[in-house]
């Protein structure tokens, strides 16, 4: 079975720095996507960014990006120029190809110092 | 402008009441999903739905569980008999008609069963 695994909790950071989300996740299929997705304290989860297990380039969005190690299985996520809008819970998922169900980490709460 | 919204925001019941949790997708899309959040525990896929019809289901959705788009707009899921342990986050998210494309989710009905 698939698993996903975020081992921190809790995050904290210094606004404008950089920092790490670890995510590790547990798969025998080689067709699959990643995502992080957001949950601030309005609890509507929005999607960060999505990388497709296929393409070895990392997903980039603006101040976010992923470090996706396929052989590893490992799916960090690197915020740069933290702002004091990035607080929230961070969740990363696993789905696989053609599939409806995606499955969720227990969750890392990030919090900027102003 | 949320692409989905959810009603109500909170919902109290007594166990072993029935309860009714409203998705109201703001565009006329076809692919929704139910997912839910025990507190502190991994966001948990229910139920996939695509025209009327069930595409994929979780273990955890069983015959106490049961979802319709009865007037072509709302997505419902119905509890039947709740339990203590349904107490939880429940979302309602819209998909693509690629699966593994983004997921736009509601902000949530938390439910307490008491």
């Known amino acids: 079975a698939q698993t996903v695994t975020q081992s921190q909790p809790e995050m904290s950071v210094q606004e404008a720095e950089t920092v790490t989300l670890s995510c590790t996740y547990d798969t025998s299929e080689s067709d699959y996507y990643l995502f992080w997705y957001k949950q601030p304290p309005s609890r509507q989860m929005i999607l960060v960014i999505r990388q497709e297990a296929y393409k070895q380039q990392n997903a980039t969005e603006n101040r976010f990006s992923v470090n996706f190690q396929k052989a590893a299985k490992s799916f960090s996520l690197k915020i740069s120029d933290s702002q004091l809008g990035d607080a929230a819970m961070y969740f990363c998922a696993y789905s696989r190809s053609g599939t409806y169900k995606y499955i969720f980490g227990t969750g890392t709460r990030l919090k900027v110092l102003a | 402008e949320p692409e989905v919204t959810q009603t109500p925001s909170h919902q109290v019941t007594q166990m072993g009441q029935e309860v009714i949790l409203r998705c109201v997708p703001i565009s006329n899309h076809l692919y929704f999903y139910w997912y839910r959040q025990i507190l502190g525990q991994k966001v948990e896929f229910l139920v996939s739905f695509y025209n009327n019809e069930i595409s994929e289901k979780s273990e955890i959705f069983d015959d106490q569980f049961s979802v319709e788009r009865p007037d072509g707009s709302n997505f419902t899921l119905k509890i039947r008999s709740t339990k203590l342990e349904d107490s939880a986050m429940y979302f309602c998210?819209?998909?693509?008609?690629?699966?593994?494309?983004?997921?736009?989710f509601g902000s949530g009905t938390q439910l307490s069963v008491l």
């Open positions: 998210a819209r998909g693509e008609e690629n699966p593994n494309e983004k997921l736009f």
